[in-house]
């Protein structure tokens, strides 16, 4: 059941920290949930946990241009304003925060939050930028709304553990929490940028999640974690994608694999299907 409130839009971070000053005052616990916009099932589920540990929900809307090179999809990623307002009121978010960019990056923006740890390689290998936009945008995020929790989807893998280590070494005082990743019926991972699949790279994307899950089943059975990692690697190239990368890392740190390595573990995969980029990862 969901409780549908009218959700207020604000565009400044004055406006924001007034209403979130109004609701700490009142002792009341908030959520953010950190978006680009285009919602789906898989922002709803955020909305949906954040709901089951907050009183308050705050969505944030922001397309942010520094995560994004100059050669990626900035200028075509969905915008779809008005259907997300109606999404995240009627799961229960009371405030959007919908920031224009003069208004998060104002003249003479010039701080960036540099990482290392669960930052390097995987997506940085292919977009080295990346991080740095999304970690100084979230620490920004943070700051202006000050929630008392922050749900991200483990889509993002990586992202989430860069950013649970953020708030960790920047000393930000919220509890960043990790949501499961939501998946069609097929096992396609819902994302803003399956809209740009053609019907015939859709009906391709699955055999993504597909080697993945055979590589998990195959890891500590059959097969060594390298052979089962192999195996996915031609999967999914046969399937027809042009493969960034399929790795095993260790499901914290995202350490790469060794043999004497103890401690859970964590299969990733980028690749290309058109000029679709999809990313996904299972536990091991
Ligand atoms: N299928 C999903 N299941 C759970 N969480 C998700 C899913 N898709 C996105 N999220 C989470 O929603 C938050 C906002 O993500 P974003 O707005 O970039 O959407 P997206 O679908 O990931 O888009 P993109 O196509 O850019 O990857 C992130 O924390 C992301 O991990
Ligand atoms: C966390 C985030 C909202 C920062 O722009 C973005 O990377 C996303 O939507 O996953
Ligand atoms: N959901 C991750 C945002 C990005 O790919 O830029």
Known sequence: MTSARAIRTVHTVAALRAQVNRWRAAGERIALVPTMGALHAGHVALMDAARETADRIIVSIFVNPTQFAPTEDLSRYPRTL???????????????????????YPDGFCTTVSLRGP???LETAFRPTHFAGVATVVAKLLIQAMPDVALFGEKDYQQLQVIIRLARDLDL???VVGVPTVREADG???????????????AAAPALYRALMAAAFRIGREATTADAVEEA??????????????????????????????GPIRLLVAARIGSTRLIDNIPV
């Open 188 to 202: 396609l991972a819902l994302s803003s940028r399956n809209v740009y699949l053609s019907a015939a790279e859709r």
């Open 119 to 121: 930052a390097l390689g």
């Open 173 to 175: 005082p919220v509890e």
């Open 82 to 104: 008005e259907a997300d307002l109606q999404k995240a009121g009627s799961a229960g978010v009371e405030l959007a925060f919908v920031p224009d960019v003069d208004e998060m």
């Open 233 to 262: 690697r031609a999967a999914i190239i046969g399937a027809g994608f042009e493969l960034d990368y399929v790795e095993a890392r260790h499901a914290e740190t995202l350490a790469p694999i060794a043999s004497s390595m103890e």
